[in-house]
């Protein structure tokens, strides 16, 4: 992809700035590209997001300790003392899942309009399991390149013990 | 000068267990490799069958295999470990009683039970996965603290990750 001029040289254009997305569609259409940058995006506002977490406005917050509420009747307080805890953590986590879904549909259940990412799905394991899914391929594509390498060097190995030239 | 080799010594030895001058064993890397993709292969058959059961038993079987050191070889392990943790807890996600017996399992995955720290691996998201698999079973004990700790190395390792990708696709 093609980049517009200067748009990795100052600090308020890099890719945690609010203003990515924007550079990132002009430059677009500088270079005559057309097509969803969703997967891009989605990958700004999770990283923007673990490094900076932003707050959820009340209306989000009010959903999350609606859907929070029937697991909570009967439970000890202390154990409400955890979930509270947890609520920033788990929407860092859920906030991995924005990947995934916005490769997959536009429709996903997840609202991460004016840079509040309100999680609809369920939190914690899942999006542990969303980002392993986001990020294997990768991984096993490096491992196999290293057995690669380390079969070619075993082989090499080999055929100078076998004196072969 | 007591202090000086005592010093290296512990360098070195950390090191060592870090996996950074475990000896270089190419054939066992590679050997244990094909096997491993011969083996995920045939689970993949076997879930796509439905059986799961079968799945489970090779992926023990697995688990029990001699493994090489150093940071390729824990990866590879901790793949099989995270595959077959999360076929065991979503057999039976109701059963609290296998939640103790999943935990030796996390805990052996990542070496927890032989070392007083866990092992050191570079961040991979096989190692990640594990300790948010660790998390959850501890959630599942209702260690919801230690739950905490583990999602927390979970989530600081795929945050290294997603923005190492990041980085290699700008």
Same mark, same amino acid.
């Given at each position: 992809?093609?980049? !517009? !001029?200067?748009?990795?040289?100052?600090?308020?254009? *890099?890719?945690?700035?609010?203003?990515?997305?924007?550079?990132?569609?002009? *430059?677009?259409?500088?270079?005559?590209?057309?097509?969803?940058?969703?997967?891009?995006?989605?990958?700004?506002?999770?990283?923007?997001?673990?490094?900076?977490?932003?707050?959820?406005?009340?209306?989000?917050?009010?959903?999350?300790?609606?859907?929070?509420? !029937?697991?909570?009747?009967?439970?000890?307080?202390?154990?409400?003392?955890?979930?509270v805890r947890w609520t920033p953590l788990l929407a860092v986590a859920a906030a991995g899942l924005l990947v995934v879904i916005a490769r997959s549909s536009t429709d996903g259940g997840v609202d991460a309009s004016e840079g509040i990412i309100v999680a609809r799905y369920p939190v914690g394991a899942s999006a542990f399991e969303a980002q392993f899914e986001r990020l294997a391929p990768r991984a096993r594509e490096r491992v196999t390149a290293e057995v690669d390498v380390k079969r070619a060097w075993l082989r090499a190995q080999l055929l100078a013990q076998a004196g072969v030239p | 000068m007591l202090g000086i080799l005592v010093g290296v010594g512990l360098t070195f030895t950390g090191l060592a267990r870090a996996g950074r001058l475990a000896p270089s064993r190419p054939e066992a890397i590679v050997s244990l490799a094909q096997l491993l993709e011969v083996e995920h292969r045939r689970v993949d058959l076997l879930l796509d069958r439905g059986d799961t059961q079968r799945?489970?038993?090779? +992926?023990?079987?697995?688990?029990?295999?001699?493994?090489?050191?150093?940071?390729?070889?824990?990866?590879?392990?901790?793949?099989?470990?995270?595959?077959?943790l999360r076929l065991r807890i979503d057999e039976y996600p109701q059963d609290p009683s296998h939640w103790t017996g999943l /935990?030796?399992?996390?805990?052996?995955? +990542?070496? /927890?039970?032989?070392?007083?720290?866990?092992?050191?691996?570079?961040?991979?998201?096989?190692?990640?996965?594990?300790?948010? +698999?660790?998390?959850?079973? +501890?959630?599942?004990?209702?260690?919801?603290?230690?739950? /905490?700790?583990?999602?927390?190395?979970?989530?600081?390792?795929?945050?290294?990750? /997603?923005?190492?990708?990041?980085?290699?696709?700008?």
């Amino acid at each position: 992809m093609n980049h !517009p !001029p200067d748009s990795r040289d100052t600090a308020d254009t *890099g890719v945690l700035s609010e203003h990515w997305e924007d550079v990132l569609q002009a *430059g677009q259409a500088m270079a005559g590209e057309q097509g969803s940058l969703e997967d891009e995006i989605a990958i700004a506002r999770l990283l923007r997001h673990s490094v900076r977490p932003e707050a959820l406005d009340e209306r989000a917050l009010d959903s999350i300790w609606r859907s929070l509420e !029937p697991e909570m009747v009967s439970v000890p307080w202390w154990r409400r003392i955890a979930v509270v805890r947890w609520t920033p953590l788990l929407a860092v986590a859920a906030a991995g899942l924005l990947v995934v879904i916005a490769r997959s549909s536009t429709d996903g259940g997840v609202d991460a309009s004016e840079g509040i990412i309100v999680a609809r799905y369920p939190v914690g394991a899942s999006a542990f399991e969303a980002q392993f899914e986001r990020l294997a391929p990768r991984a096993r594509e490096r491992v196999t390149a290293e057995v690669d390498v380390k079969r070619a060097w075993l082989r090499a190995q080999l055929l100078a013990q076998a004196g072969v030239p | 000068m007591l202090g000086i080799l005592v010093g290296v010594g512990l360098t070195f030895t950390g090191l060592a267990r870090a996996g950074r001058l475990a000896p270089s064993r190419p054939e066992a890397i590679v050997s244990l490799a094909q096997l491993l993709e011969v083996e995920h292969r045939r689970v993949d058959l076997l879930l796509d069958r439905g059986d799961t059961q079968r799945a489970l038993a090779l +992926l023990d079987a697995l688990r029990r295999e001699p493994w090489p050191e150093g940071d390729l070889g824990t990866q590879l392990r901790h793949d099989v470990y995270g595959r077959l943790l999360r076929l065991r807890i979503d057999e039976y996600p109701q059963d609290p009683s296998h939640w103790t017996g999943l /935990l030796e399992l996390t805990e052996e995955g +990542l070496g /927890l039970r032989s070392d007083a720290n866990a092992e050191v691996t570079s961040p991979n998201p096989f190692t990640a996965r594990l300790w948010a +698999l660790h998390g959850e079973v +501890l959630e599942g004990l209702g260690r919801d603290d230690d739950a /905490l700790l583990a999602y927390e190395k979970a989530l600081a390792m795929n945050r290294v990750l /997603l923005d190492r990708e990041l980085q290699a696709d700008p």
